[in-house]
């Protein structure tokens, strides 16, 4: 390149990098945006997430005082119900152990009404008293008078307080120990039945397996409800578990699209760019950069179209990272197409100024092929093409010249007058403005040598000084 030509490239480079410099700062300020706005919608994904969570939260809240109050008033009743049956208990032993004395039973009566007595201090409390009034019962049942004769308590008081206890145990008794809900109907039965006179041996043989009976069905009822208790409190749990898994899995659901989000809004930012240096490297010969920044763009494409959102990000970084240089490599592109297509236009006013004809040429990408004939008929073709350092370079291949040999006798190309025309037209390529043509060189050649003719001959050889 002439030096004026190399100054004004140089310019030309320079303004090229200002634009680069100046797109990068718009693409950063447009990341740096992007980059506030992702992190306002993760702010206000994170201050929704914490709202449904703190609503999640307080409606447990609101449900587990809930259960619990249902479940303090459930346990209430249960003991208010158990003390009234036990202050009728008591109420109906009393009464009980007045009859005995009545009949003249006296030994264990005082025993008995300390028993009483107490018991009746501890209902007083509060206190569940179990199985403990049935037990102070038997004991005044099973009294006999020696005075009056044997004593039996009247079968129907015995049968009635024993029909308490069994609905004591709760309407659903029957769904939480159904065996022994049946078991205490039957001999409940056979009991009344045996409470007919004549038949008191029969109403005391049953009188301890219904006791007993009864007891264990009160006993299964209680650990059923207990264990119903545990299965809702673990239902609680599970729920609670469940529910905070749902506020994850959302949570990460949101966070993700987030993410997606901002790589596609990033994308955006350097598609139109990264397609433009696809495009043009492929049509200016360099497809190794076009599949270079081809290979991220569809990396992006498919992080996201997989909804990758971690890799979608990385790619997308990677890519904003890669196309400063891909820019500049790009600028070099055009920068050398620009300088062969000077040169073809130079080449093709210096031959047509020669007298050669100008047949057309081929846009190669990397190089220009043109085709010239002369009037004599010996064609040219030219390659117009560029080597690695950016220095233009003229590749021609003769046919029809008489002072042209591809292969001479003594393998030697001679030339000599073809050698002068191009020297020719390369001095009118524009010189400093333009293009300074460098040796010309011929396959077969010696470097620095001229051909000299040889005597009585019309072809030509170089030969060593």
Same mark, same amino acid.
């Given at each position: 390149m002439g030096?004026?030509?190399a100054?004004?490239?140089a310019?030309e480079?320079?303004?090229?990098?200002e634009?680069?410099r100046?797109?990068e700062?718009? +693409?950063a300020?447009?990341?740096a945006?992007?980059?506030?706005?992702?992190?306002?919608r993760?702010e206000r994904?994170?201050a929704?997430t914490?709202?449904r969570?703190?609503e999640?939260?307080r409606?447990?809240?609101e449900?587990?005082?809930?259960?619990?109050?249902?479940?303090g008033?459930?346990l209430?009743?249960a003991?208010?119900e158990?003390?009234?049956?036990?202050?009728r208990g008591?109420e109906?032993?009393?009464?009980?152990?007045a009859?005995?004395?009545?009949?003249?039973?006296?030994?264990?009566v005082?025993?008995?009404?300390?028993?009483?007595?107490?018991l009746?201090?501890?209902?007083?409390?509060?206190?569940?008293l179990?199985?403990?009034?049935?037990?102070? +019962?038997?004991?005044?049942?099973s009294?006999?008078s020696?005075?009056?004769g044997?004593?039996?308590?009247?079968?129907s008081?015995v049968l009635?307080g024993?029909?308490?206890?069994?609905?004591?145990?709760g309407?659903?008794?029957a769904t939480?120990d159904a065996?022994?809900h049946?078991?205490?109907?039957?001999?409940?039965?056979?009991?009344?039945?045996?409470?007919?006179?004549g038949r008191?041996?029969r109403?005391?043989a049953?009188?301890?397996?219904v006791?007993?009976?009864?007891? +264990?069905h009160?006993a299964?009822?209680a650990?059923?409800?207990?264990?119903a208790?545990?299965?809702?409190?673990?239902?609680?749990?599970?729920?609670?578990?469940e529910?905070?898994?749902?506020e994850?899995?959302e949570?990460?659901?949101?966070a993700?699209?987030?993410?997606?989000?901002?790589a596609?809004?990033?994308l955006d930012?350097?598609?139109p760019?990264?397609?433009g240096?696809?495009?043009?490297?492929?049509?200016?010969g360099?497809?190794g950069?076009?599949d270079e920044?081809?290979?991220h763009?569809?990396?992006?494409t498919?992080a996201?179209t997989g909804?990758s959102?971690a890799?979608?990000?990385?790619?997308v970084a990677d890519?904003?990272?890669?196309l400063?240089?891909a820019?500049r490599r790009?600028?070099?592109?055009?920068l050398?197409?620009?300088?062969r297509?000077?040169?073809?236009e130079?080449?093709r006013?210096?031959m047509t100024?020669?007298?050669f004809?100008f047949?057309?040429?081929?846009d190669q990408?990397?190089s220009?092929?043109?085709?010239?004939?002369?009037p004599t008929g010996a064609t040219?073709?030219?390659?117009?093409t560029?080597?690695?350092d950016?220095?233009p370079?003229?590749v021609?291949?003769?046919a029809?010249?008489?002072?042209?040999?591809l292969?001479?006798?003594?393998?030697e190309?001679?030339?000599?007058t073809t050698?002068?025309?191009?020297?020719?037209?390369?001095?009118?390529l524009?010189?400093?403005d333009?293009f300074?043509?460098?040796?010309?060189g011929w396959d077969?050649?010696?470097p620095?040598r001229?051909?000299k003719?040889l005597?009585?001959?019309?072809?030509?050889?170089?030969?060593t000084?």
């Amino acid at each position: 390149m002439g030096a004026m030509y190399a100054q004004r490239e140089a310019a030309e480079r320079r303004r090229r990098a200002e634009e680069r410099r100046a797109r990068e700062r718009r +693409r950063a300020a447009e990341r740096a945006r992007l980059a506030q706005e992702a992190a306002a919608r993760r702010e206000r994904a994170r201050a929704e997430t914490e709202r449904r969570r703190a609503e999640v939260a307080r409606k447990e809240a609101e449900l587990a005082a809930r259960r619990t109050a249902e479940r303090g008033a459930r346990l209430a009743r249960a003991r208010a119900e158990q003390n009234r049956a036990d202050e009728r208990g008591l109420e109906e032993v009393r009464e009980l152990i007045a009859e005995a004395q009545r009949s003249g039973a006296r030994a264990d009566v005082g025993s008995l009404e300390r028993r009483l007595a107490d018991l009746r201090e501890r209902a007083a409390r509060g206190e569940q008293l179990g199985d403990a009034v049935e037990e102070l +019962r038997g004991r005044v049942v099973s009294l006999r008078s020696t005075a009056g004769g044997n004593f039996t308590d009247d079968p129907s008081a015995v049968l009635a307080g024993l029909e308490r206890r069994f609905s004591a145990t709760g309407t659903d008794g029957a769904t939480l120990d159904a065996d022994g809900h049946r078991r205490c109907t039957d001999l409940l039965d056979q009991l009344r039945a045996a409470a007919a006179p004549g038949r008191q041996v029969r109403f005391e043989a049953l009188l301890g397996t219904v006791e007993h009976a009864l007891a +264990r069905h009160a006993a299964k009822v209680a650990e059923a409800r207990e264990a119903a208790e545990r299965t809702a409190l673990a239902e609680q749990e599970r729920e609670a578990a469940e529910a905070a898994e749902r506020e994850r899995a959302e949570a990460a659901q949101a966070a993700l699209e987030l993410a997606l989000v901002e790589a596609a809004e990033r994308l955006d930012v350097v598609r139109p760019a990264a397609e433009g240096v696809v495009d043009t490297a492929a049509d200016l010969g360099d497809p190794g950069l076009a599949d270079e920044i081809g290979d991220h763009l569809c990396a992006v494409t498919q992080a996201l179209t997989g909804r990758s959102a971690a890799e979608a990000l990385k790619a997308v970084a990677d890519l904003e990272g890669r196309l400063p240089d891909a820019e500049r490599r790009l600028d070099e592109l055009e920068l050398a197409y620009q300088r062969r297509r000077d040169l073809v236009e130079a080449l093709r006013d210096a031959m047509t100024g020669e007298g050669f004809a100008f047949e057309g040429g081929e846009d190669q990408g990397g190089s220009f092929r043109l085709h010239f004939t002369r009037p004599t008929g010996a064609t040219y073709e030219t390659t117009v093409t560029t080597e690695d350092d950016g220095t233009p370079v003229l590749v021609y291949r003769v046919a029809g010249e008489p002072d042209v040999t591809l292969y001479a006798p003594q393998d030697e190309a001679v030339c000599d007058t073809t050698e002068a025309l191009l020297e020719r037209v390369h001095g009118a390529l524009g010189g400093d403005d333009g293009f300074v043509p460098g040796e010309l060189g011929w396959d077969g050649k010696p470097p620095g040598r001229r051909a000299k003719p040889l005597p009585h001959e019309t072809s030509w050889r170089w030969t060593t000084p």
